[in-house]
């Protein structure tokens, strides 16, 4: 779940633009004034998949091509392991 950030409102002020940035984030962001509690709420919130970050499956330097070719390569050694055994 998410974290939620709670401050007065003297720190709030202090660090307001940590503060909206963690909100544009998604998480929740309170502080309290004369007893009474604030939230800072992005007006949309940003959905998981758009946070993720691409990983590199691929070695650095090797194309789709290359796996390609060493799929059928491979194909093909499966299969004559497979004939030289019947």
């Not at 503060?19 to 949309?44: D, N, P, S, W």
């Not at 590199?56 to 091509?65: E, R």
């Amino acid at each position: 779940m998410y974290n939620t950030t709670m401050t007065n409102i003297s720190k709030a002020r202090q660090s307001l633009f940590t503060l909206v940035e963690a909100a544009a984030r998604g998480e929740k962001v309170a502080f309290t004034h004369k007893g009474q509690r604030f939230y800072i709420v992005a007006e949309e919130t940003p959905s998981k998949l758009a946070r993720l970050k691409p990983l590199d499956i691929l070695p650095p330097g090797t194309s789709i091509a290359d796996t390609d070719q060493a799929l059928s390569d491979l194909a093909a050694q499966n299969a004559a392991e497979w004939e030289s055994k019947q």
